[in-house]
């Protein structure tokens, strides 16, 4: 039995769009910063029958859609298929049973696929290292069969999606940039509406080429942006990165609403909040940036200085759920 702790990420360069949509192989490289809650635990344990069960933080059973169970299901066929191309034939036996423990509200519409993936890929590869000593990138690899963004909360601080290059299971990796002691900084994330997403992520990646500006994302991403991402957070540079995160958070969202059908994923609350975020900043001079993944949520990151003065903005938020988190550790075996 083998029971692993993980937590979601937020992205500054987003994910968005595969080459591959069965094996969740990346369009471009991605780049996000682990937070430290909420964390979900999972247990991986041999079993006679495959079976997932969830529970929330009250200890009450989640009943899980068929849709969620078989998506384990196909999770766990491709991570035994990618077991058995690095020599782990076997290791994780042909049944097995996952619980999950969720601490993430569910008024908090923070994305929980990362934190649930990686920390099951965190649990098979405690499950599998009698017989293989899985590597970070190999439990990365894990990860992503499971969702592409998982991938990067194997690590802790700030860890990259490759691109990478071919159509194998293991062709795409998460690396990490640097570690949660490099940089403090803070994501005050701001939930405006609790409906469920209508188009989940995995759906969504399916229609990014259908948009007329993807390609124009892909090559931004490639030639520059994942680049000035990476010098601004090695260099700590703030006013670095808040350029390269907003402008290819809104990018994606063009992308998104411009393709065929088109996604909205903002919401009119959204809006407002980002354009108060932005009245406050050039008012106070205060470093903070906002960042929006697949939903109305707003994430407001900034470093240890501007903390109290972007919670107080949030709180003042009306009507929303606000959640405090900062960077954090990344995935670990707790058992
Ligand atoms: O990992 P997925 O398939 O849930 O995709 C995540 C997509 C975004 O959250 C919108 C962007 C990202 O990089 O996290």
Known sequence: MNTARSTPNIAFIKYWGNRSEELRLPMAPSLSMTLDQPTVEITVEEAETFAVRS????GSEKALKEKDISRFR????????YLETIG??????????ITVRSHIPPAIGLASSAA????????????????????????????????????????????SLEEGSGLELGSAWSEQIADERHWLLYDIVVVPAME?????????????????FYKDRIEAI??????????????????????V????????????????????????????????????????????????????????????EAKNAVLSFAKAQKGCT??????????????
Do not use: W
């Not at 196909?74 to 298929?81: A, D, G, N, P, S």
């Not at 970070?136 to 690899?141: A, F, H, M």
């Open 55 to 58: 529970f929330l933080t009250d």
């Open 74 to 81: 196909k999770v766990i066929t491709r991570m035994q298929q």
């Open 88 to 97: 782990a034939d076997c290791a994780l036996p042909a049944s097995i049973a």
């Open 116 to 159: 649930v993936f990686s920390c099951l890929a965190k649990a098979v590869s405690g499950f599998v290292a009698p017989t293989l000593k899985l590597s970070p990138k190999q439990e990365s690899i894990l990860a992503r069969l499971g969702s592409g963004s998982a991938a990067r909360s194997i690590y802790g601080g700030f860890s």
């Open 196 to 212: 469920e997403k209508k188009v989940g992520s995995t759906e969504g990646h399916a229609l990014a080429s259908t948009s007329p």
């Open 222 to 243: 490639r030639s520059r942006r994942q680049k000035e991402c990476i010098d601004a957070i090695l260099s700590k540079d703030f006013e670095k990165l808040q350029r």
């Open 245 to 304: 995160t907003e402008e290819d958070c809104l990018d994606m969202h063009h992308v998104m609403e411009t393709s065929t059908p088109p996604l909205h994923y903002l919401n009119e609350e959204t809006h407002r909040i980002v354009n108060a975020i932005r009245a406050l900043r050039t008012k106070e001079h205060i470093p903070v940036l906002f960042t929006m993944d697949a939903g109305p949520t707003v994430h407001l990151v900034c470093p240890e």
């Open 322 to 335: 606000i959640f405090e988190t900062k960077v954090g550790p990344g995935a670990s075996l707790i058992e």
